[in-house]
């Protein structure tokens, strides 16, 4: 194995040089603890109060909505538990997406174990929510939706800002999962209508273990974790503050580049899905071919298994990510596939790449000129693909 | 990958028997495409009852490939009798074991050896003491995880 071409963005990032070396002073120079009064502490509070900035810049948000967090599954935990908590007497209704990540799905199951409805909305053939059956969903005891920004398997962006919209109309909050957006594609929570917004700082070359959730002036929601004064009484815990600082300088950077980012990361995205539909046969892309992440190529090759294609593609130094039942280790094919109307079996034969701009189109040209080989070779050993090309062969 | 043993990567980069047999004297599929594994076995079996030529085609991961390739050459040259021992835990152990999420592949391989012999006893009206109607499809056998 010679390189590595790393194509699993959605996954995690590299940590960028600068985010880096912005928070190395935080630990061992700067180390005091925000809350202390004394003046040493200073220099680490005035950090993560830049930091907080930055984040809340990138999204049009007040410093003081900002709540940091351990990362983008306890924001989502918190927004939906704490919503729940404080607007149960109103209601007991939640909407939500079928094609939501597992730490919105699962807590809604933890919900509605605790009296609470859920309804989970379909999406369309590109994974998209409908906007018809989100406000046939709507009912008087409705007090949240929650829609996630873009999907971290299939890079669909939802139309957010209707969504937002209708929530407002009808006096509902409105939480979106923005793990796989903030930091990728412009979003504004004013613009777009958002209360509540969950953000991971790896998923954008910041540091991992720290994220936010963005909670808009006047909800009332409640801390999640108890102990402590910090985050406005919201969030106890000593303030993580190199990941803070690393975050934030993520975001400051994502606010410079996003749109050469976008340009770039679009231009190889497209180069990549339109020669594997032309060069592959059997082969498919998943999620909306326009509204999709920059960085965000997901497909399915017929007759082929996810993670046999993983583990060849890892042979040649290639780290990319499969929605099989393998890799996920239960029984079944990516809930999000299964979705968007895939059958089983060619749920079984994704293939998630994603990108960051650190690619290159060369590293592209190799991994479609090796997937080809990697596709015939397991086709070629497919019992489904045996039974194909006999059904062909009996029909001619 | 990391998850892997040594055997299992080298039976699933060049998994040994891999193709159709022509006429086979027996063939089983077993699986099913919910569950992400689908493995076809076929055996020629000689007068004698010798497993002379084995092949199999399988969709499914990695450790589904390595264990259909091993069990391939588990019953190669074996009597139909002793192909029946050949069960699932020594597959895994002649693959120097698999990772807990992956030990269904192994039974998925033991199934397909048993449908091909299966078919077999069938296409030759025999008995073969042992051996029962396969089931096809495991994953029942599975159990739903809770969160």
Redo the contacts between chains.
């Keep these: 194995m010679s390189k590595r071409i790393y194509l699993d963005n959605a996954a995690t990032t590299r940590t960028a040089d600068e985010v880096l070396a912005e928070m190395l002073p935080y630990f061992q120079e700067n180390y005091g603890n925000p809350s202390a009064v004394y003046g040493f502490a200073a220099e680490s509070k005035q950090a993560v109060d830049v930091a907080r900035k930055q984040t809340a810049d990138l999204i049009g948000a007040k410093t003081e909505e900002i709540y940091f967090t351990g990362g983008g599954s306890e924001s989502d935990n918190w927004a939906l538990k704490a919503a729940a908590e404080a607007y149960g007497d109103k209601g007991k209704h939640i909407i939500t997406s079928k094609i939501e990540h597992h730490a919105i799905l699962?807590t809604c199951?933890y919900l509605e174990r605790h009296g609470f409805e859920v309804t989970y909305l379909n999406v369309d053939e590109n994974g998209k929510v409908l906007l018809d059956e989100l406000k046939e969903a709507i009912r008087p005891d409705t007090i949240l939706i929650s829609v996630m920004a873009a999907n971290n398997e299939i890079g669909t962006i939802q139309p957010i800002a209707e969504i937002g919209k209708i929530a407002k109309e009808h006096g509902i909050l409105f939480h979106t999962d923005a793990v796989q957006a903030y930091g990728h594609i412009p979003l504004h929570v004013d613009e777009m209508n958002i209360d509540m917004l969950s953000a991971s700082g790896h998923k954008f070359y910041g540091p991992k273990g720290i994220g936010f959730l963005y909670i808009r002036k006047g909800v009332k929601i409640r801390s999640f974790l108890h102990g402590g004064a910090q985050e406005r009484n919201r969030r106890a815990g000593t303030l993580n503050v190199p990941g803070i600082v690393g975050m934030g300088k993520a975001a400051a950077l994502a606010q410079k580049a996003m749109t050469e980012r976008m340009r770039k990361e679009t231009a190889m995205r497209d180069h990549l899905i339109d020669r594997i539909l032309s060069e592959i046969p059997y082969s498919r892309l998943n999620g909306d071919r326009k509204d999709r992440l920059p960085n965000n190529a997901n497909f399915c090759f017929r007759?082929?298994?996810?993670?046999?294609m993983?583990?060849?593609l890892?042979?040649l130094g290639v780290c990319a990510s499969s929605g099989?039942?393998?890799?996920s280790?239960?029984?079944?094919?990516s809930h999000v596939l299964l979705a968007i109307g895939l059958?089983?079996?060619i749920a079984?034969g994704s293939l998630r790449i994603s990108l960051s701009e650190q690619n290159t189109m060369e590293e592209i040209d190799f991994v479609v000129d090796e997937l080809s080989g990697i596709v015939q070779k397991l086709r070629?050993?497919?019992?489904?693909?045996?039974d194909f090309v006999k059904q062909n062969q009996e029909r001619s | 990958m990391g998850m892997y043993s040594e055997k299992v990567m080298d039976h699933f980069s060049n998994p040994r028997n891999v193709g159709e047999i022509e006429n086979p004297s027996g063939v089983g599929t077993v699986g099913n495409a919910k569950c992400g594994d689908i493995m076809r076995m076929y055996l020629d079996i000689n007068s004698e009852g010798v497993i002379q030529d084995v092949k199999f085609k399988t969709f499914g991961c990695g450790a589904a490939v390595a264990t259909s390739s091993m069990a391939t050459e588990l019953v190669k040259g074996k009597t139909v009798r002793q192909a029946l021992e050949v069960t699932n835990q020594a597959v895994m152990e002649a693959l120097d074991g698999l990772p807990p999420v992956k030990v269904h592949c192994s039974l998925l391989a033991e199934e397909a050896i048993h449908a091909a012999l299966w078919d077999y006893a069938q296409k030759n009206n025999i008995e073969i003491e042992g051996l029962e109607e396969p089931v096809n499809d495991i994953s029942e056998k599975e159990e739903e995880e809770e969160y």
């Excluded at chain 1, 007759?303 to 046999?308: D, K, L, P, R």
């Excluded at chain 1, 280790?329 to 094919?333: A, F, K, V």
């Design positions: 699962h199951a007759f082929v298994e996810g993670e046999s993983l583990i060849l890892d042979q099989s039942a393998c890799t280790g239960s029984l079944d094919p059958p089983h079996e079984h070629r050993m497919s019992p489904l693909y045996e």
